[in-house]
C-alpha cells in the first residue's frame, strides 16, 4: 500500500470532528496550559499560505504538550465584526452578517483541511450576539467605574458618588477631566440630576467628550491612527482629515503605569516591550502656567526640562487648541485658518513623522513668562498635537533641535541657556551646573535647579512636579454600522445605560450601510429605533478592538449565559501561557486587551495581572513573484512576444509578474500562460533550451503580484503534513522568509520515506517486535531529545532536519523495529499529525490515541558510544583508522593493535619503540 496523503488525511479530519478528539475539560487532574492564536479577521480572499505559519506553530506546542501529560486548552474563533464586510455591504446591499457567515466556512474549511487540533465546541465569533452582549456588559462596567489612584485601581461608580455625598470632592484622588468642579457635600446634594450626570461623566473609565480624530468622509468613519496611511485611509486610499467630534473614549491613561510595570514580568520579545514602552511614553517633569491676560486664562504646558524656562521664547499650540481662535486677532484670522485648514489634511502620524518641513503661523497673542513676566509670542504649528499633554509647548530654540529650526525659519530670538556653544550639547550642557542669562539657578546643579524652579512655580501658583504620559485616552466610536451597539440612550443629552437584563442590544435593521442625509452613522437609518420608544440610541457603534480586548476569557466557558466566564474557569485556565500573533498588534490590540483584563482584575472577576504570559510574533511569509520578460517594440509598446530570463539582455524588454500557480522551478507552462489573460492568447516565446525560465524576487505576498500561494491547492497535491513540515522547515518562526514551492516536493519525498519504514517493498504492513539494535536506539534517542529540546525554544525549522536526518539513518539500517518505530512517529506526530494517526493505528493502537500518548522519555546511556575509530599513526603521520572497544585497557588495546595486518604493513618490519595510548582519542606507534 503507497502514501495516499488524501484518502489518510479526510479520514483523520474526519475522525477527530467525529469524536471531538481535541475537545477540553477542566475536570482533570493534569496541570493546563493555554496555547492561543490572534483569532483572524473573516475576509472573503481565504487564507494563503502566510497566514497558516503561526496557526502551525501553536498547533505543534500544543500537541507536544498533550504528549507532556498536559491539560491544553487550544481554541479558534473570528474577529468577525469590522469595515472590510460593511464596505462590501454598501457595493452590493447584501447584508455583512451574510457575507461574514459565507467566509467563515471558507476559512474553517481550510482551517480543516491544515489538520489544527483545536477544540471547536468552543468557537467564538464577536459579531455573534451571545458573544458582543458580554462585550456590551464589560463596556457598562467600565462606564460605572472610576479609577482611584489613592488604591491604583478601579471601583465602582457607587463609591465616588458616596464620597460625594459625605465630603464633597476634598480628598478626591481620581483619574478624571481636567475642568472638575469643586464642591462641597452639600452643595453636591443640591445639584439636579442632569449636572450631577455631568460631573460625574468626568470620572467615569467610559466617557464622551469632544474628541480630534481622523475622519474619513468617503468611509464615513472615524479611523484609528493605524488604519491611516500618508494621510488616506489604508481601506480604499480616501482622504483622511483631522475633525473634531463628540466620541466616546476609554480611560486607559489611567492605567498608563501599571501598563508599564506589567511590561517587566512577561515574556515578550524586547522590540514589542519596547514599543509598548515608547507608545505609553512615561516622562517626567513638570506643569507649567503662561499667564494670557487678556483671556483671564493660562496655557499650561508639560515640560521634562523645567531648568530651559529661562531659554523659552515662544509658545506653540496644536492647530486644534481650544485656545486658538480666541487667541487669534483680527489680523492673522486668515492665515490662521488658512494653516488650519491645511493641517486638517494630515494624519497625527504624518505629523509626527514629518521632522524636516517647518510650518506654522503667529496668533498675534502673546503670553507671560510665569518668572521673568516678559511677554512671550503665541504661534500654532503642527508638530504639536492636541491630543499629548496638553497641546501646548514652550519652545526652547538653544535647547531643542525641531525649536532651534522653527525660530531660525521664523526669525525668533534664540536665548541662550549654558555657556556651550553647541546646539547639539546644550540639551545637556546644563546638567553639570553652566546656566547663564537663568536668574537665580545660575550656578546650580541640574537637581538644584528642578527643585528650585518647581518651588518657585509652586509659590507663583504658576506650576507643580508633574509626571505626564505620552499615551492618549483611546477612541472607542466609529460610525459604521457593521459593530457592537454602544448599550446607551440619551436624556437631556446626557448618557445612561440600558438594563443589564435588556443585552444583548442587538444591530437594527438599516435600508443602507451608509451615513444618514443628514451625516448620522448608518444606525441612524433604523426605523422606531428608540429606548423606550422616546430616548435616542447611541448611534455610533464600538471599533473593532472592543471584542477581542477579552476574548480568551470567553474561550475558557463561551457557552456560559450567567457570565462572561465563570469564576472556576477563569481560575483554572488562568492567564494564556503562550499567545502566537503578528507584532503589528503591538500598540493596538495587545495594550487595549492588557487595559481590559487589568480592569476586570480590579473589579475582582479574576486574578490575573497580566493575560499573555509568554507571546512570540510570528515572521511574514513573503511572497517569491515570478516574471516574464516581454519584448517592446521600436516605439516602446508590448507585443505579444516573450523572452525566457537568460535571453532578455538580447531584447527591449518589461518585466510583467505572473502567477505563481503556472510556475514550476521558475520554469514556465506556456500554455497556461496563455490563458492567464485574454490578450496572451496568442503569446509567442523565445526559450532557452525548450524552456521559458522566468525571472524572480522577493515581495510581500499579494494578489496584485500573482504570487499568492493558495494552501488548498498545497494540500491538494502534497497534504496538509507536508504543508505543515514545510512551513516550518522555511526558517525561524519569528523571522521573515520566502515562500519558495521549489523546495516543497523533499519535504514531500521524507513523508514517503517515513511511510516506507513500516512497509515492504511490496508495499505490505511489515513491523517487527524484534529487540533494536543499538544504532537504532542511538538514532531514535537523538530525535527525541533534539525534537524536545527544539521545539520548547520554538526552534521548529531544525526539528524538521533532524527528522529527515533519523529518517535516514533508520532508512540505511534497514529498520523496522515497533520499538523504535512507534516511539518515533508520537515524536512527529505533532508536525505530522495524519500521517501518524495512520501509522499508529496500522500499529494495531487504539485510533486516536496518539493525541494523547507519553512523548517518549530520553535515554541519554543510548548516545553512549561503546566503540571508537582511534586514528593510528606511525611516527605521528596518519595512517589509517581503527575501531576498538572504548572499555578496553591499554595492554589488550597494544596487543589488537600490534596485531593487525594493515598496522604491520605499515610497520614495514620495522621494531617498535613505544606505543602511545590516549583512550577515546589517539593511538601512535613510535619505530
Not at 462590501?88 to 461574514?100: F, L
Not at 443640591?190 to 455631568?198: C, G, N, P, Y
Not at 535647547?399 to 549654558?418: M, T, V
Not at 463561551?558 to 500573533?581: M, R, T
Request: proline share 4%.
Amino acid at each position: 500500500m503507497d502514501y495516499s496523503h488524501k484518502s489518510i488525511e479526510q479520514k483523520w479530519q474526519k475522525f477527530w470532528a467525529d469524536n471531538q478528539t481535541f475537545k477540553t475539560s477542566e475536570s482533570t487532574e493534569k496541570p493546563k496550559y493555554y496555547v492561543l492564536d490572534m483569532f483572524p479577521y473573516p475576509s472573503g480572499a481565504g487564507l494563503h499560505v502566510g497566514h497558516p505559519l503561526g496557526y502551525i506553530a501553536s498547533d505543534i506546542f500544543s500537541r507536544y504538550k498533550r504528549l507532556k501529560g498536559y491539560n491544553v486548552l487550544h481554541p479558534m474563533g473570528y474577529d468577525s465584526f469590522g469595515l472590510p464586510a460593511e464596505q462590501y455591504a454598501i457595493q452590493t446591499g447584501q447584508h455583512p452578517a451574510i457575507t461574514t457567515e459565507t467566509n467563515i466556512n471558507r476559512y474553517r474549511e481550510q482551517l480543516d483541511n491544515i489538520g489544527f487540533s483545536y477544540d471547536w465546541s468552543r468557537e467564538v465569533r464577536t459579531s455573534d450576539p451571545a458573544y458582543y452582549r458580554w462585550t456590551q456588559w464589560i463596556f457598562m462596567q467600565l462606564f460605572n467605574a472610576w479609577y482611584n489612584k489613592d488604591v491604583d485601581k478601579a471601583e465602582s461608580i457607587e463609591t465616588l458618588i458616596a464620597k460625594f455625598e459625605t465630603s464633597g470632592s476634598q480628598g478626591i484622588n481620581a483619574e478624571c477631566d481636567d475642568d472638575i468642579l469643586t464642591f462641597s457635600a452639600e452643595e453636591w446634594k443640591s445639584f439636579s440630576e442632569e449636572q450631577q450626570q455631568r460631573e460625574i461623566l468626568k470620572y467615569r473609565l467610559a466617557y464622551l467628550r469632544e474628541s480630534t480624530v481622523n475622519w474619513c468622509a468617503a468611509l464615513g468613519t472615524v479611523l484609528a491612527n493605524d488604519e491611516v496611511i500618508n494621510g488616506v485611509s489604508e481601506r480604499g486610499g480616501y482622504p483622511v482629515e483631522q475633525k473634531k467630534m463628540m466620541q466616546w473614549s476609554m480611560r486607559i491613561t489611567a492605567y498608563a503605569d501599571r501598563l508599564l510595570r506589567g511590561l517587566d514580568t512577561v515574556d515578550w520579545p524586547e522590540p514589542l516591550i519596547e514599543m509598548q514602552r515608547n507608545w505609553i511614553g512615561k516622562s517626567v517633569g513638570a506643569s507649567v502656567k503662561f499667564p494670557v491676560p487678556q483671556l483671564d486664562t493660562d496655557i499650561e504646558v508639560f515640560t521634562t526640562r523645567v531648568d530651559t524656562i529661562f531659554g523659552v521664547s515662544f509658545i506653540v499650540l496644536a492647530p486644534e487648541h481650544e485656545l486658538v481662535s480666541a487667541l487669534t486677532t483680527e489680523d492673522q484670522k486668515s492665515e490662521i485658518e488658512s494653516y488650519i485648514d491645511k493641517t486638517s489634511k494630515k494624519s497625527e502620524l504624518d505629523r509626527m513623522a514629518d521632522t524636516k518641513t517647518v510650518s506654522g503661523a503667529f496668533t498675534g497673542s502673546y503670553a507671560k513668562h510665569p518668572i521673568t513676566g516678559k511677554d512671550v509670542q503665541i504661534w500654532i504649528a503642527d508638530y504639536v498635537l492636541a491630543g499629548y499633554g496638553t497641546g501646548a509647548v514652550m519652545a526652547v530654540p538653544s535647547g531643542d533641535q525641531r525649536d532651534y529650526l522653527f525660530a531660525k525659519h521664523f526669525n525668533l530670538p534664540i536665548i541662550p541657556i549654558s555657556d556651550s556653544q553647541n546646539i547639539e550639547e546644550e540639551a545637556d550642557a546644563n546638567k553639570d551646573g553652566r546656566y547663564i542669562n537663568s536668574g537665580f539657578i545660575n550656578g546650580m546643579t541640574y537637581q538644584e535647579a528642578v527643585a528650585a524652579l518647581i518651588a518657585k512655580l509652586e509659590e507663583l501658583k504658576l506650576g507643580k512636579a508633574k509626571i505626564n504620559f505620552r499615551m492618549r485616552d483611546a477612541i472607542f466610536g466609529r460610525q459604521r454600522y457593521w459593530g457592537e451597539p454602544v448599550p446607551v440612550y440619551f436624556k437631556n443629552g446626557l448618557p445612561y445605560l440600558i438594563k443589564e437584563e435588556e443585552l444583548p442590544l442587538l444591530l437594527p435593521e438599516v435600508d443602507k450601510y451608509l451615513p444618514t442625509e443628514t451625516g448620522e452613522p448608518p444606525l441612524g437609518r433604523a426605523e422606531n429605533w428608540k429606548y423606550q420608544d422616546q430616548y435616542e440610541y447611541e448611534l455610533s457603534t464600538m471599533p473593532g478592538w472592543a471584542g477581542s480586548s477579552w476574548y480568551w476569557f470567553r474561550y475558557m466557558d463561551p457557552q456560559n449565559a450567567e457570565s462572561f466566564a465563570s469564576k472556576e474557569a477563569v481560575d483554572y485556565w488562568k492567564a494564556v501561557d503562550l499567545y502566537i500573533g503578528g507584532s503589528e498588534h503591538a500598540t493596538g490590540h495587545l495594550l487595549y486587551s492588557r487595559f481590559w483584563n487589568k480592569f476586570l482584575k480590579d473589579l475582582g472577576f479574576h486574578n490575573e495581572e497580566e493575560p499573555f504570559k509568554k507571546l512570540i510574533n510570528q515572521g511574514m511569509i513573503q511572497g517569491r513573484s515570478n516574471f516574464v520578460y516581454r519584448v517592446l517594440d521600436e516605439e516602446g509598446r508590448g507585443t505579444n512576444k516573450f523572452v525566457s530570463f537568460g535571453l532578455r539582455d538580447q531584447y527591449n524588454t518589461i518585466p510583467l509578474h505572473v502567477d505563481v500557480n503556472i510556475v514550476y522551478n521558475d520554469v514556465l507552462d506556456t500554455e497556461k500562460f496563455k490563458s492567464f489573460r485574454p490578450d496572451f492568447a496568442d503569446a509567442e516565446f523565445v526559450l532557452e533550451d525548450g524552456k521559458y525560465i522566468c525571472g524572480t524576487e522577493v515581495e510581500k505576498m499579494s494578489k496584485s503580484k500573482f504570487n499568492v500561494v493558495n494552501p488548498d491547492d498545497i494540500i491538494a497535491n502534497f497534504g496538509a503534513d507536508t504543508l505543515r513540515l514545510y512551513e516550518m522547515f522555511l526558517g525561524p518562526l519569528e523571522q521573515a522568509k520566502p515562500w519558495n514551492t521549489n523546495g516543497i516536493e523533499g519535504v514531500y519525498k521524507f513523508l514517503r520515506k517515513v511511510w516506507r519504514l513500516f512497509h515492504d517493498a511490496g508495499g505490505n504492513f511489515n513491523v517487527s517486535d524484534e529487540e533494536p539494535t543499538k544504532a537504532e536506539y542511538k538514532a531514535l534517542h537523538k530525535i527525541i531529545k533534539k525534537v524536545e529540546d527544539d521545539i520548547e525554544r520554538f526552534a521548529f525549522n531544525t526539528s524538521v532536519s533532524a527528522f529527515m536526518i533519523c529518517v535516514n539513518e533508520l532508512t540505511d539500517l534497514k529498520c523496522n523495529k515497533r520499538k523504535i518505530l512507534q516511539d518515533l512517529i508520537i515524536v512527529l506526530e505533532p508536525y505530522a499529525p495524519h500521517i501518524t494517526e495512520e501509522l499508529w493505528s496500522l500499529l494495531g493502537n487504539e485510533a486516536g490515541a496518539i493525541s494523547y500518548a507519553a512523548y517518549p522519555k530520553f535515554n541519554p546511556d543510548y548516545l553512549i558510544e561503546s566503540v571508537f575509530a582511534y586514528p593510528v599513526s606511525v611516527n605521528g603521520k596518519m595512517k589509517m583508522n581503527l575501531p576498538l572497544a572504548l572499555d578496553l585497557d591499554a595492554k589488550a588495546v597494544e596487543e589488537i593493535v600490534l596485531a593487525n595486518a594493515d598496522v604491520q604493513r605499515y610497520l614495514d618490519g620495522k621494531a617498535v619503540k613505544k606505543l602511545i595510548f590516549v583512550k577515546g582519542k589517539i593511538i601512535n606507534i613510535v619505530v
